[in-house]
């Protein structure tokens, strides 16, 4: 059995569905779409729940998240969008 229990609840913070971010050399990056390229990005996370995580840096609100297949990039820096 197990349980997850609401301590705090925080307003205005950006967050995204849990899943779109990469874990490489001990940090975790999320790749933003900036015209025809997916720039990789680190990103700091905080509090997360069972569908969705907090992003305390790295994002701004309105930027575009890779949400699936990033896994697939490798470490590569940027990558062409078609």
């Known amino acids: 059995m197990s349980a997850r229990v609401l ?3 925080s307003k205005n913070v950006l967050k ?7 874990e490489q050399s001990g940090g975790r990056y999320a790749y933003v779409i900036d015209g025809n390229a997916a720039i990789r990005r680190p990103v700091e996370l905080g509090v997360t729940s069972l569908g969705e995580v907090e992003v305390r840096s790295g994002l701004q609100p309105g930027d575009r998240v890779v949400v699936s297949g990033s896994d697939l990039f490798g470490d590569a820096p940027q990558v062409t969008v078609h």
């Open 7 to 9: 301590l705090d609840t």
């Open 16 to 22: 995204l569905e849990r899943g779109p971010f990469v």
